[in-house]
């Protein structure tokens, strides 16, 4: 299983599921990350946490924590 936080910098990935619980898993959706968008890794700090995406035309940043609960293709 691939999740987002094994997307290297510049590369474009599509969710395929959201794994995780209630208050977590509803915060992510609300950020716009849903079951067949596309995500662009744009930065990744320097000590690894947060990632900078742009999701739906904006940009986004979430903590690797986050990011290992959104499984990519």
Do not use: F, Q
Request: net charge positive; glycine share 10%; with cysteine.
């Amino acid at each position: 299983m691939k999740t987002l936080k094994d997307v290297k910098v510049g590369d474009t990935c599509t969710v395929l599921k959201l794994h995780g619980e209630g208050p977590t898993k509803r915060r992510i959706m609300d950020m716009g990350i849903t079951k067949g968008v596309d995500i662009l890794v744009r930065k990744v700090a320097p000590l690894g946490d947060p990632m900078e995406l742009n999701v739906r035309g904006y940009e986004l940043s979430i903590r690797k924590a986050d990011a290992e609960e959104i499984e990519v293709k």
